[in-house]
């Protein structure tokens, strides 16, 4: 039996048509261009559904109300498809898979994500094949798990990020392997889903608007001018810090703001600025003191995941202690430690 795929349009570069201002999402226009797709109804195929969003965005206008609206048209048709494609724009793409991985809870279908960097209205627009392969692979039901496709790769959702603001390859996942690639033929490649609990019901867990930031670390930074945002206004903190979690020798001044800031219910988590390798708290003198302050390691996490990872987690309400400790845990495959 034909597998059944939900595509839902969200917006993004694939579905947009230039305007006086420049390519911006137009409704009703993408399913006019799918409805003369010839390769969409090739027997190889899924049966496809689609839905498109209202009101259709460019990615970088995306909010956590907007991952919820995301997760909700899901959850509805959760029942009822063997897996989704969700066309999104690419700015923002890499935000939405790994807040998706963490929202739909136990959910064991493929989820994948796509979209281009050339709209589809275009000549030599890489839409068309990041769509049909994408519809293939949810189609195949090999990869069960939020995924995003992109240029060639299937990458984990929670691990990808763009790494091109121009180049058709545009994202990859330098900490995780790629679940599949695909050239003449598509070739899955051996990987570890993420441990789910089979015995229990898919869920969606809706994100909360919590204040969370990041915080890029460069050398001569002042952290005393950052103390009210990250212990007054800020729950979930991202230190983008340099190599495997340093932080500038003036360090000593960003530890009482730390400490403060845990005291005061917020959680800071370290990740790096190399898109590639771990966290390792403790290797160098940098580093050390970020721990006994409070700050938990963010390992290989992306930036991405990680600020996803806080929504989610203080979404669920629980205390800042337990936060701490989940973030350093390995939940949806977004971390190794
Ligand atoms: N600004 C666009 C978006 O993220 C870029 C893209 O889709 O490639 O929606």
Same mark, same amino acid.
């Given at each position: 039996?034909?597998?059944?795929?939900?595509?839902?349009?969200?917006?993004?570069?694939?579905?947009?048509?230039? !305007?006086?201002?420049?390519?911006?999402?137009?409704?009703?226009?993408?399913?006019?261009?799918?409805?003369?797709?010839?390769?969409?109804?090739?027997?190889?195929?899924?049966?496809?559904? *689609?839905?498109?969003?209202? /009101?259709?965005?460019?990615?970088?206008?995306? %909010?956590?109300?907007?991952?919820?609206?995301?997760?909700?048209?899901?959850?509805?048709?959760?029942?009822?498809?063997?897996? *989704?494609?969700?066309?999104?724009?690419?700015?923002?793409?890499?935000?939405?898979? #790994?807040?998706?991985?963490?929202?739909?809870?136990?959910?064991?279908?493929?989820?994948?994500?796509?979209?281009?960097?050339? /709209?589809?209205?275009?000549?030599?627009?890489?839409?068309?094949?990041?769509?049909?392969?994408?519809?293939?692979?949810?189609?195949?039901?090999?990869?069960?798990?939020?995924?995003?496709?992109?240029?060639?790769?299937?990458?984990?959702?929670?691990?990808?990020?763009?790494?091109?603001?121009?180049?058709?390859?545009?994202?990859?996942?330098?900490?995780?392997?790629?679940?599949?690639?695909?050239?003449?033929?598509?070739?899955?490649?051996?990987?570890?889903?993420?441990?789910?609990?089979?015995? #229990? /019901?898919?869920?969606?867990?809706?994100?909360?608007?919590?204040?969370?930031?990041?915080?890029?670390?460069?050398?001569?930074?002042? *952290?005393?001018? *950052?103390?009210?945002?990250?212990?007054?206004?800020?729950?979930?903190?991202?230190?983008?810090?340099?190599?495997? !979690?340093?932080? /500038?020798?003036?360090?000593?001044?960003?530890?009482?703001?730390?400490?403060? #800031?845990? &005291?005061?219910?917020?959680?800071?988590?370290?990740?790096?600025?190399?898109?590639?390798?771990?966290?390792?708290?403790?290797?160098? %003198?940098?580093?050390?003191?970020?721990?006994?302050?409070? #700050?938990?390691?963010?390992?290989?996490?992306?930036?991405? %995941?990680?600020?996803?990872?806080?929504?989610?987690?203080?979404?669920?309400?629980?205390?800042?202690?337990?936060?701490?400790?989940?973030?350093?845990?390995?939940?949806?495959?977004? &971390?190794?430690?």
């Amino acid at each position: 039996m034909k597998k059944r795929i939900c595509l839902i349009h969200t917006g993004g570069t694939i579905g947009m048509v230039k !305007g006086e201002n420049g390519y911006s999402p137009k409704e009703g226009y993408l399913e006019s261009v799918l409805n003369k797709m010839d390769d969409l109804k090739s027997p190889e195929m899924p049966d496809i559904s *689609f839905y498109e969003m209202s /009101p259709l965005l460019d990615s970088s206008d995306m %909010a956590v109300e907007d991952w919820n609206r995301i997760g909700k048209e899901i959850a509805k048709r959760y029942d009822s498809y063997d897996g *989704f494609v969700i066309l999104h724009g690419t700015d923002t793409m890499a935000y939405t898979a #790994a807040a998706l991985s963490f929202m739909l809870e136990n959910s064991n279908k493929p989820i994948i994500l796509t979209g281009s960097q050339i /709209p589809l209205c275009e000549i030599r627009s890489d839409g068309q094949d990041n769509l049909i392969t994408s519809l293939l692979i949810a189609g195949s039901g090999k990869v069960n798990e939020v995924c995003l496709y992109f240029g060639g790769r299937l990458l984990r959702g929670n691990r990808a990020t763009k790494m091109s603001a121009d180049g058709l390859l545009a994202f990859d996942s330098p900490n995780c392997p790629r679940l599949a690639e695909a050239g003449i033929s598509i070739r899955y490649l051996p990987y570890t889903p993420p441990k789910i609990d089979t015995g #229990a /019901p898919f869920s969606l867990c809706l994100l909360e608007n919590v204040p969370i930031g990041v915080l890029k670390i460069f050398p001569g930074i002042s *952290f005393p001018i *950052f103390d009210t945002l990250m212990t007054e206004k800020l729950k979930g903190i991202v230190l983008e810090t340099f190599g495997a !979690g340093n932080i /500038p020798g003036e360090g000593h001044t960003l530890l009482p703001i730390i400490k403060k #800031a845990f &005291l005061a219910g917020s959680v800071v988590t370290v990740c790096s600025q190399c898109p590639q390798g771990t966290v390792t708290l403790g290797a160098y %003198a940098t580093s050390s003191p970020l721990v006994e302050a409070g #700050a938990v390691s963010g390992f290989d996490m992306t930036t991405e %995941a990680a600020v996803a990872k806080l929504y989610y987690l203080f979404s669920k309400d629980y205390p800042s202690e337990k936060i701490k400790e989940l973030m350093e845990t390995d939940m949806r495959g977004e &971390l190794t430690k």
